[in-house]
């Protein structure tokens, strides 16, 4: 029987053993090339997501420390009350405030030693609430403010029940409001920036590697510096101003 023959056709010939060496090489190369190339960009994104979820966070908690510091009780003293303004220390701020803008006003006088009193809604509050009674100290002086600060212990209708009794009397249309507890306080331990509010404690920011506050005048100088996630991007200070309203 005959070999079989593969008929060859005028030009046609292998490749040589060189000129596959040489593609295989050339794509060698460019897969090199190109997978340097992702390497290098995946890199650039990961930094750059870094860097954004730090100035998120910052922004996060120091809009957070804005706002609620606008809110802060400025000059009103009274017995049961947190000490008025905004107590600063250097890794830590604190101060009393209607957060929620939480405020109603008493429907009828509120005798001095009474437990209770009543206001035109008390749907504001909850039990356990500190609430803080304004009234006036000289009624020659209208400006002269007293209060006094008492934890809620039952609410039924619109008649609040205090813990304690009242100190004074409060007149018809006396302002009642919620009086918050606000702390923030940096643990350099663990790196995060704390905030608590009425005893309730939550973190507010993560790789926290600084926390300052300063005051200038009426001018608070909040400031944060933040460790990104991605060790390869250093560290990031940010610093806010807050202009504190006068609330006399």
């Not at 009674?133 to 008649?159: F, H, L, Q, W």
């Amino acid at each position: 029987m005959n070999a079989l023959r593969f008929k060859e056709f005028p030009g046609q010939r292998g490749t040589t053993l060189v000129e596959c060496l040489i593609a295989t090489g050339i794509g060698v190369a460019l897969v090199a090339v190109f997978g340097h190339t992702l390497i290098a960009h995946q890199a650039a994104y990961r930094d750059q997501l870094a860097r954004l979820n730090a100035t998120q966070e910052a922004d996060f908690a120091l809009a957070l420390i804005t706002d609620e510091l606008h809110t802060a009780v400025q000059a009103i003293h009274g017995e049961g009350c947190p000490e008025p303004g905004v107590q600063i220390q250097s890794s830590q701020i604190s101060f009393a405030a209607n957060l929620y803008d939480q405020t109603t006003e008493l429907r009828e006088q509120a005798p001095s030693a009474q437990g209770s009193f009543v206001v035109r809604s008390s749907t504001v509050f909850e039990v356990n609430d500190v609430v803080m009674i304004v009234g006036v100290g000289d009624p020659a002086d209208p400006s002269d403010d007293v209060a006094e600060c008492r934890a809620i212990e039952e609410i039924v209708g619109d008649r609040v029940t205090v813990h304690d009794p009242l100190s004074r009397s409060y007149p018809l249309g006396s302002p009642v409001s919620v009086l918050n507890r606000v702390r923030y306080v940096y643990d350099a331990h663990r790196g995060r920036l704390m905030r608590s509010q009425d005893g309730s404690s939550q973190r507010i920011a993560q790789g926290v590697t600084a926390f300052s506050v300063e005051g200038e005048g009426p001018t608070i100088v909040v400031s944060l510096g933040l460790r990104a996630s991605n060790p390869a991007v250093r560290s990031r200070t940010w610093q806010r101003r807050v202009v504190l309203e006068d609330r006399r």
